[in-house]
């Protein structure tokens, strides 16, 4: 110990902190952006709930999202815009799995009330309200997709209409550790389309299936590789 602290110099004291620093505030960039997708998944949740089954849903017509962004923006954030929750409308009804993801982030019990508990109850998954999957053994578990992806990820994920497309691409996103600049990017240059796979649904699949054991596998091996990209 006396040798370690005798290296202990200026210039590593600097590094300590510099390192303390960047990786502090890579965790709490993290916590923030799976704070967002839930809070935006949630939001989605409760306007789907209230667009099948709101009391005076008539009221409001096809303008509901645009009745809604303007109440909301009375007294919080200027995101609330119509194309912002029309976009967390669409992160609920095209990702179903994040909602177990809610609920162990904030749902773990404790010795007083679970955060979740705390919000208007969520409705139960409607299966009319999901977008088909090619395969439910396909989908990318919920808590996988949260813990890597931003909120700004899934905007660009959920242009894709193709459910095994989009599983493709979600596993690639987290494989290599995309930035959304170099997810928009494989789309555009049409990577998935390049391998041939967008006529050949079965490799596809047993592509998207290896990707999803290879990354279940990566996780349990060492949770910090795809969580920090260490």
Known sequence: MADKLASFDFGALVAAIQQTHEYMAAQAGRAVNISLT????????????????GADRAKYGSQILEHLAKELQKSLDRCYTARYLRLCRQLYSTYPQIRKSLISEFGRPGKGKSAISE???????????IVPTASPQLLVPGNKLVDKLSFTHFVELIKLDDSLKRTFYEIECIRGNWSVRELKRQIGSLYYERLGLSV????????AQAGADRLEAAIEKNPEVMRYGL
């Open 38 to 53: 839930l809070r935006n998944w949630v939001i989605g949740c409760y306007i789907q709930k209230y667009d099948q089954n």
């Open 119 to 129: 919000l208007p109850a969520l409705p139960a998954t409607d299966d009319s309200a």
């Open 200 to 207: 050949d649904k079965e490799k596809l699949a047993e592509l």
